[in-house]
């Protein structure tokens, strides 16, 4: 390579490759780049090919420049980061480039469309204005010749614009659009409705753009996810500042109370600490699994820290010829031992709490027996607590509805407000149950529902009450009671028996005798 880009002319174009590109923020893979390359460079066409990031320079010492930065850039999981160079074609943009004649009318279209008042450009179906049209230009938005040109003119004409309608221009990537990062970065609403995205990975080339609103109806991506609340989490963490998505606000994260940060108990053997710490523990994950369990895992937001990590793992035996039970886990288990491809091992150990708690949504329904909870503390300091929960659970929906699993969670929180805890790091191990765990799992009759103790409501009422009832281990009369004073909201009841049942406000009537 070194040989090729000696000999290679001035002018002469060479494609640079970034091995596993795909998994890097684009503005930090260009500016360690930068910071390691011995001249100056202005890259060309930037975009992905499957895995790789791949764009363009002009000149042969800057290709051999470049060269030499290759496994010079250490990433997060301490990885070098691969660099190829080879001889290129003169790139789509500059091959295309619209000439002076189009670009003008282009301006002056721009311009037109463009609101003072409101700092807003309405590009809404470009390619059929009929300025463009009258002159025999096509502006096709998805081609980088016709993006960049468009990002240049809004760079220079409209440096305060503050809102883009992209809409109706049959977007299907959005490569050339990640220039806006640079280029317009004080936009705050952009609508991107009505075009072909069919992946919410093509929104993360705009990662860096502190949008407030963002529009996205009538896109196939609207449509990959298994419910709204998932969307709109997974969409809040490309854009944690959106305030307002599709013209809905955005909903405010649920809270269970991590604010403010403490110091744990102090705990030493046989003291007060250690029970205070235990009470802490067993309340923190009463409320977590009554949350887990209500239908509605979104509300486990406001369990996690902002920067929290969590990862799946089933075990897995590539030489058993028998399907596995566990299928439904299999596309999420992380077994370093076995991942080789790195982009997926990085891919699939959750980061952010949005992320998390997507993730947890997309997991079967499920009812966990706290009885079958055995719960180990296993280190302690003064602002971190480690501990572990093993025990069992049974799946309520889909085809393994009523299948029993046993699982394995190492829980890393740090102290919060409201003495609750905050997750840091959530590492979560699902097996089959064995032959004898079933059997005593779920071993607790629920009384059936009768008018003279419990009033008869709606069949999903019903449901709730005998859940309620079962995890909080309350009589059904008050496990109802629960329930109708928070209005039928599962979650919100959750918290409430919860906080009382700490501060030792409910009675000892109010549960059921356990023989």
């Known amino acids: ?78 990885e070098k980061v691969a660099i190829f160079v080879s001889p290129s074609t003169v790139p789509y943009s500059v091959l295309n480039k619209l000439e002076p004649k189009e670009m003008e009318q282009l ?17 809404q179906n470009l390619r059929f204005d009929p300025d ?68 919410a990975w093509e929104l993360s080339k705009m990662k860096g753009l502190d949008l407030e609103e963002l529009w996205l109806q009538g896109n196939p991506l609207c449509g990959t996810f298994p419910d709204h609340s998932t969307y709109v989490s997974s969409i809040l963490e490309l854009f944690p500042k959106l305030l307002r998505l599709d013209g809905q606000e955005t909903p405010p994260p ?80 992380r077994n370093m031992k076995k991942l080789k491809d790195p982009y997926l091992r990085v891919q699939l150990l959750k980061h952010t709490k949005r992320d998390i708690v997507r993730s947890l949504c997309l997991l079967p329904k499920t009812q966990h027996d706290l009885s079958s909870f055995v719960v180990d503390m296993w280190l302690h300091t003064d602002t971190m607590l480690c501990f572990s929960v093993n025990g069992v659970f049974k799946e309520v929906e889909g085809r393994s509805q009523g299948s029993v699993r046993a699982f394995t969670r190492t829980f890393i929180a740090i102290p919060a407000s409201h003495s609750s805890l905050c997750i840091v790091n959530d ?16 071993s607790i009759p ?24 079962t995890q909080s281990g309350m009589k059904l009369e008050w496990a109802q009671k629960c329930l109708q004073d928070n209005d039928w909201n599962y979650t919100r009841a959750g918290q409430v028996f919860t906080t009382l049942k700490a501060e030792g406000k409910i009675p000892e009537e109010a549960f059921k005798q356990i023989p």
């Open 254 to 333: 649920a809270k269970l109370g991590v604010d403010t940060r403490k110091s744990l108990p102090a705990c030493k053997e046989s003291s007060e600490g250690s029970d205070q710490l235990k009470s802490l523990i067993l309340q923190f994950l009463q409320q977590y699994y009554l949350i887990h369990d209500s239908g509605d895992r979104q509300d486990l937001l406001g369990a996690y820290h902002d920067e929290a990590c969590f990862s799946l793992t089933i075990p897995f035996n590539p030489e058993d010829p028998a399907p596995s039970s566990l299928w439904e886990y299999v596309k999420d288990s």
């Open 107 to 123: 301006k002056l279209t721009l311009n037109k469309r463009y609101n003072v008042s409101q700092q807003a450009l309405d590009l």
């Open 446 to 469: 629920v009384p059936t529902l009768t008018s003279s103790s419990v009033h008869t409501g709606s069949r999903e009422q019903q449901e709730m009450v005998q859940a309620f009832s």
């Open 132 to 199: 463009l049209v009258s002159h025999d230009i096509d502006i096709i938005l998805n081609r980088r010749n016709c993006m960049a040109a468009t990002l240049q003119i809004i760079e220079k004409d409209f440096p305060e614009l503050l809102s883009l309608n992209l809409s109706s221009n049959k977007l299907y990537r959005l490569d050339g659009l990640s220039d806006i990062i640079q280029m317009a970065p004080t936009v705050k609403i952009l609508n991107l409705c009505k075009n072909e995205l069919k992946s």
């Open 1 to 78: 390579m070194r040989e090729n880009t000696q000999d290679g002319t001035p002018g002469s174009w060479f494609k640079i490759t970034i091995s596993y590109g795909r998994k890097y923020d684009k503005m930090w893979l260009m500016k360690s780049i930068q910071n390691h390359c011995s001249v100056p460079f202005t890259p060309v066409d930037f975009h992905y090919v499957k895995n790789r990031a791949r764009f363009f320079v002009q000149g042969a010492s800057t290709a051999s420049a470049l060269k030499d930065v290759s496994y010079k850039i250490c990433d997060e999981e301490n």
């Open 427 to 442: 590492e979560l191990f699902v097996r089959d149950a064995s032959p004898s765990e079933p059997q005593s799992a779920f």
